[in-house]
């Protein structure tokens, strides 16, 4: 772009200080660092840097506002937290719980609308966790900013109003109270450091957090906006109730124009008749269609649409055969024109101008698109734009060539004529970032994607211009073509309404994975990264980042995306490098919450793997629900359908160094156990009510066990039902959870204050769901299979995996649980239960033989402490299964090395699965044990063989298998 980059804030003057350098104004501090950029840029090296975007460096250049803003990787990362961050002082004591209490924070509020992006999170959601996790002056980061949401939110925890609005009460000294006026933060701002790998979108975030003159900027947007009115806003003229010779003389006119210059001044001059000249508002533009009977051109706006009710009918006739047609039975009819900026001739769906919105005399009206209406539009088309506008190809991908058949191939068909004219004039004038960024932000409502709802339109209930689809580039086939100028003035006011006095943040475009900072040198991370396939960040970016001339690097672009060449491993190993990132670049003991708009269980258990790999562990999980703002606990990964927002954080030195010692004792796994129930929620209440916290969980606390062994490659010391057991023996169990000693009189303090305890729901989809499930039920109420029966079956319903084996009830039962047979004492459970439930049954002893009777048959999950004996049965038969699952003909190492003895486990012959074929059924829970086994026993051999075996999602949806499997993976030497 051509502008001068002089942005608002460089204009004041006096004495500024940067990275300790003094200057004399800001333009001279700007200039400094203009210059160094301008050399860093011509280093080879430096433009290898991942994620570094691609264009020219006039453009980067253009764009950056150095230190604060670069438009590439930021040299001056490190100078600018070593300058205002603390150093990591391990003897500095830093504590916190994973936050967990309900957010709620709605998306409007003016600064969440100033500037729109694909997704975003509400600063004020992000707020909390700030308050929660840091103090002020701490350093955070966001590798994956988008808009910088976190840099405003990090910014207004200095803010007493905004600290306020989140319900926290703020003490004169800056201390914060909570809810229950506990302190637990303090007023003050917080820096942040802000990371993506799109221009367009860093460009926004520089904006949202770089301090401007609000009222200058508010001034020369509105100056800028008299002046393009005053040359260009007769593009958008109409004609207000003229007769038919007066129009058929203003068609004619128009027609018979040579240049722009001519058609401008014939257009004018009709405005010279006071009152018969409108100003457009919006216009609607629909698609045609071509009859496949008749071959005769159907509007669809005319035969589609029901003008009375805003009905759109699925199921349309053409107006001369009467066929019934729909969409998808129906071509799209085709016009080919000459089009100027691409000198070539294009075929394009053809769309008819049907409907105008105006205003005249300051009345809103409307009319049919008359002849006058739909030959300006013409003309336009067919005379060049003076001014730059970009007319790139559409990057190959799904998102971004999704129109190509309609012939939307280059940027600027995105854009009808007018409008396109309007924008390149307005950018070209726009001297400012942030009225070049307001102008880029009117993207949502003025492309050929911004759909007209006729159903608002018909009703009046509210405006019918929808803006585009979110998350893509689908163009309607009722199209709104909103008023540029309108949009802008718009843009300008919201800006404004938005704007907070921002301090200082340092914003960097490129790989989250790049990122040059100092290790252990962060105080707090939050990243809201891409989710598996959902959003084509560079394809949908490319529009805005055409105009800046600069465009996202896709090659570490965190996605699942066929066009790149990234299934969903090449997503976790991307996601696992990201985390790595922070993890290295976060002190140690310190947090990261990472919300995650889960849509896939897959997805999710790739994002689980991924942390743990790189090091951080899962303090809690939780979902946020945007909407209502409850987090519910979360059983299962497949049953979460909204936004995930995970804690989790990076064990203290510590902890790391006691683990390098002594790290494959049993010891080990105690110290880590002691280390991560420290860092676990003592508390989840919500409205007066207690819920269960399911990290405490004892099969979680072991897979989390489990994940940090494997993490470090090394052995896991105990089984899990060594391990369940050493928990009941070491630590205080209440409501199925397990606390430290120092933490269970708070917990008890609170429950007794509740009667009962939040249900988890369990969502059964495969045999460990299904466990789960059996285990709840029976720990509430000991049954006989008879009574469990039909209750299970509801269970086994759609969202079965589908390969899972459909276990039997009564396998399942006796491989877990225990059935009272009626011999001995009746078990405590089966006590505890029937003298609840049962009158006559109080306080009888428990060899008593009507209670004995009625216990009779019915099982009960047995005590931790004497489970080791079910779960070694269990795991030996599970172990056995495992082995069926190995192809024909192959032994693992350890048979082939001691040749006539059987697998530990096998005692059943193998089943002859043909090598290369994948097993269609299989049970995971046996996998998971396998793996296990087979990683304790160092043969990786076995896991890559199986691997092969089994079903992709089965890895996918599995956090530990994916982690056991990528040991494996690096520890044989191959590549995954
Ligand atoms: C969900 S959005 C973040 C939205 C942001 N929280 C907001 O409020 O605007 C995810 C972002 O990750 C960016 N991204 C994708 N891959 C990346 C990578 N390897 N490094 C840094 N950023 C990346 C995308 O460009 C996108 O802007």
């Not at 011509?42 to 290898?48: C, G, L, T």
């Not at 092969?948 to 994916?962: A, F, G, H, R, T």
């Amino acid at each position: 772009m051509s502008q001068s980059k002089l942005d608002l804030a460089s204009k004041t003057t006096g004495f500024v200080e940067c990275l300790g350098q003094k200057f004399d104004s800001e333009d001279a501090r700007r200039e400094h660092y203009l210059k160094l950029l301008a050399q860093k840029l011509k280093d080879p090296e430096f433009r290898k840097i991942e994620g570094f975007p691609i264009g020219k460096d006039e453009d980067i250049l253009a764009l950056s506002n150095p230190p604060y803003y670069t438009a590439c990787p930021n040299p001056w990362l490190a100078d600018f937290v070593k300058g205002y961050g603390t150093p990591y002082d391990p003897k500095q004591p830093y504590h916190r719980e994973p936050f967990v209490a309900d957010v709620s924070e709605g998306k409007n509020h003016p600064i969440y609308n100033a500037h729109a992006y694909h997704t975003k999170v509400p600063h004020r959601a992000i707020m909390r966790y700030l308050l929660h996790y840091t103090e002020p002056g701490d350093v955070v980061f966001d590798g994956f900013c988008g808009t910088g949401m976190t840099g405003v939110a990090a910014q207004l925890c200095g803010d007493r109003g905004e600290v306020q609005s989140l319900g926290y009460r703020v003490k004169d000294d800056g201390t914060i109270l909570n809810e229950e006026s506990k302190p637990f933060s303090k007023l003050g701002a917080r820096r942040a450091v802000l990371n993506d790998l799109s221009p367009a979108a860093t460009f926004i975030a520089y904006n949202y957090n770089t301090p401007m003159d609000v009222e200058v900027f508010e001034r020369e947007a509105k100056q800028i906006l008299t002046d393009v009115e005053d040359e260009l806003g007769w593009i958008y003229t109409t004609l207000h109730r003229v007769t038919k010779e007066q129009a058929a003389k203003a068609v004619d006119s128009i027609n018979r124009c040579k240049t722009a210059k001519e058609l401008e001044s014939a257009v004018r001059a009709l405005g010279e008749k006071e009152g018969t000249v409108g100003r457009v508002n919006y216009a609607v533009w629909s698609g045609v269609f071509t009859c496949p009977e008749c071959a005769s051109e159907v509007n669809f706006w005319e035969q589609a649409v029901n003008k009375k009710s805003g009905e759109v009918l699925d199921d349309f006739p053409c107006q001369k055969c009467g066929a019934l047609l729909t969409k998808r039975n129906t071509e799209p009819a085709r016009i080919s024109h000459f089009d100027p900026a691409l000198d070539n001739v294009v075929t394009q769906t053809k769309l008819s101008l049907v409907l105008v919105n105006y205003t005249v005399g300051g009345k809103r009206l409307e009319k049919a698109a008359d002849s006058f209406d739909k030959t300006l539009a013409a003309k336009l088309d067919s005379f060049p734009i003076t001014h730059f506008f970009p007319t790139e190809r559409m990057p190959v991908g799904d998102e971004s060539r999704r129109n190509d058949p309609a012939g939307i191939t280059h940027v600027h068909h995105f854009y009808s004529k007018r409008n396109l004219w309007l924008l390149a004039t307005m950018l070209n004038r726009s001297k400012h970032q942030s009225l070049t960024c307001a102008l880029l932000d009117g993207h949502s409502v003025g492309t050929q994607m911004s759909r007209f709802r006729a159903s608002a339109w018909a009703s009046k209930t509210t405006g019918p211009m929808k803006g585009n689809t979110a998350g893509t580039l689908y163009v309607p086939s009722l199209i709104g073509e909103q008023n540029w100028l309108n949009i802008f003035k718009e843009k300008i006011a919201m800006i404004g309404r938005a704007y907070f006095e921002p301090k200082l943040s340092m914003v960097t475009t490129g790989s989250a994975f790049g990122i040059s900072l100092s290790h252990s040198s962060l105080d707090y991370v939050f990243i809201d990264p891409p989710f598996g396939a959902n959003i084509m960040y560079s394809e949908l970016n490319f529009l805005w980042e055409s105009w800046l001339r600069l465009w996202t690097n896709p090659l570490t672009e965190a996605v699942e995306s066929k066009t790149q060449s990234k299934n969903l491993d090449a997503y976790r190993q991307l996601m696992a490098r990201g985390f790595r990132t922070a993890f290295e670049v976060l002190k140690p003991g310190r947090w990261m919450t990472v919300e995650f708009s889960n849509t896939k269980a897959a997805v999710w258990n790739t994002i689980q793997s991924a942390l743990q790999e790189a090091g951080f562990i899962v303090a809690n999980v939780a979902t946020l629900d945007k909407q209502q703002g409850s987090f519910k606990a979360v059983t299962t990964t497949t049953a979460v359908k909204q936004d995930l927002v995970i804690s989790a954080y990076k064990p203290n030195g510590g902890l790391e160094d006691r683990f390098a010692k002594r790290g494959e004792t049993e010891e080990g796994a105690w110290d880590f156990t002691r280390t991560h129930l420290n860092n676990l929620p003592v508390v989840k209440a919500k409205g007066g009510q207690m819920e269960l916290i399911v990290e405490r969980d004892a099969r979680i606390l072991y897979d989390r066990m489990v994940a940090f062994y494997v993490g470090h490659s090394t052995q896991v010391p105990l089984s899990a039902a060594e391990f369940q057991a050493g928990l009941a023996e070491k630590f205080p169990e209440r409501d199925g959870m397990y606390f430290l000693p120092d933490q269970v009189s708070e917990y008890d303090k609170k429950r007794a204050q509740v009667e009962n305890i939040g249900q988890l729901s369990i969502f059964v989809e495969d045999e460990r769901s299904a466990i789960n499930w059996l285990r709840s039920f029976l720990k509430d109420r000991p049954s006989t299979s008879q009574d469990i029966q039909p209750e299970f079956m509801q269970q086994l319903g759609a969202s079965w995996k589908k390969w899972e084996t459909r276990p039997e009830m009564s396998a399942l039962l006796d491989q877990n649980f225990l059935c009272y047979d009626g011999t001995n004492g009746v078990p405590s459970q089966i006590h505890s239960y029937l003298s609840t439930q049962f009158k006559e049954l109080r306080n009888l002893p428990k060899d008593h033989a009507q209670l004995k009777a009625k216990a009779k048959s019915r099982w009960y999950v047995p005590d931790p402490k004497k489970n080791v004996d079910v779960e070694t049965l269990r795991n030996k038969r599970l172990l056995e299964e495992f082995w069926s699952y190995l192809p024909e003909g192959y032994a693992p190492p350890a048979l082939s090395a001691n040749k006539g003895q059987t697998l530990p486990g096998l005692t059943v012959p193998r089943p002859k699965i043909p090598k290369g074929k994948k097993l269609k059924e299989l049970r995971t829970e046996a996998v998971r044990v396998g793996f296990k086994h087979c990683y304790q026993q160092k043969d990786y051999t076995t896991i890559l063989v199986v691997a092969e075996m089994i079903p992709d999602s089965v890895l996918n949806e599995d956090e530990q298998l994916q982690m056991i499997y990528d040991t494996a993976v690096t520890r044989s030497g191959g590549e995954s």
